[in-house]
């Protein structure tokens, strides 16, 4: 009953968060996503006691808190920066080979923000149906975030076992609004945060050179995959993880080291760390932020303090290397929630990060990757079954 009554308060609060979201919101996409969401979690909601297959609900509540609205908004060429920003970058990898615009080439731009790109170039590959397609609302570039997203945490399922715990990961890395509204506005970080859960997992079921490549694959989407990979690497020292996590990252971004190195600099470095022509919209009031802003020589304390807490970090790690995979997730959790606080440029959104891996470390838990862990148990809770606007 307890379990049922959590899904109850979660797609409940949920749902007043997107109507207030609808209402409130000074972001067209966002309240066209809370407009939309608000009838999918108060639906949930009045199923959970219902239908007690919760692991099937919560696959459904996912479709209609962020399938649904992210299909309706791209239907209408309707999305945050990032995803114009993605696009561009696979028509500017096709025609140059770099995703990357010099610090020139951005500074000609009416807009400059939209020339930084920010990620690595395998983020670019989402972008490529619409480079080569054309504009549609099957080649928006969320429509393949989603895809693989969808890929990697079914794949992930499926390699632990059926119960509560896996259900409520599950829900912290779909329906909550953190992801939910990421993967319909945006989404570009949705995809990087299901490759490193499928990575953890893999290393859980000892599949290491398979969770190389996932932790890779991740990598050489976008910066946040990085801490991720390491601890990975200092649990699972081997050379069969090592191989493709290292590889992947370094062979995607190689041939734009040697097109245009100043333009990997501008581009993945000094813009967001506040050195580019423009700043970053980034801007949660997290201490990081309220530094740079607010103190003088503020961003290089928030620097130096991110750079204290990865050093502080990594002295524990030699010092107590994670017994166990949970151990992994969790460390992987803390540290991005204070890189998260720290950065001089951070959003409310990248917590999902923190929050989806504190969820998934209980699914890792009892050195289960010695051996091949249950699949099919019952599950707890009587689950006995189962664009930028108009761009």
Known sequence: MIPLLIDLALYALSAAF?????LTSTLGPHRT??????????????LVFLWRRRFLLTVGAWVAVAWAPMI?????????EEVFV????????????TPYLTRE??????????????????MSVFGLPHALFGNHWLTDARVYFGLLTAAALGYAASLLRRDGRLVRAIQAATVLPLCAL?????????????LCLLAMTLVWRERFGWAGVAIGAAAAMKLFAWPVLVVLALFAFRRAFWVPAITIPIMAMLPSVILHPAAVVENVIS??????????????????????????GGRVIALALLGAAAAAIG????????????????????????????????????????VAFAFWAPCLRNGLGDGDPEVGGAQAGGDAGDRVEHR
């Open 182 to 194: 990421t993967l319909a506005t945006g989404g570009d970080d949705i995809p990087v945060l299901a």
């Open 33 to 46: 996503w809370g407009s939309i969401a608000v009838w999918g979690y108060l639906i949930a909601a009045a």
């Open 105 to 122: 080439q951005i500074s000609a731009l009416a807009r400059p923000l939209l020339g930084y790109t920010p990620y690595q170039p395998g």
């Open 72 to 80: 309706w908004l791209a239907w209408q060429d309707r999305a945050q």
């Open 86 to 97: 993605v696009e561009q970058s696979a028509v500017r990898l096709l025609e140059t080979g």
């Open 315 to 354: 002295i524990y790690l030699l010092w107590r290397r994670p017994r166990d995979v949970a151990a992994v997730a969790n460390v992987c959790a803390v540290g991005l929630l204070a890189a998260i606080l720290l950065m001089p440029a951070t959003r409310f959104g990248y917590l999902l990060y923190p």
């Open 271 to 296: 813009f967001p760390t506040g050195q580019g022509l423009v700043t970053s919209p980034a801007a949660s009031p997290f201490l990081g932020y309220l530094l740079a802003q607010h103190v003088e």
């Open 18 to 22: 997107a109507g207030i979201t609808s």
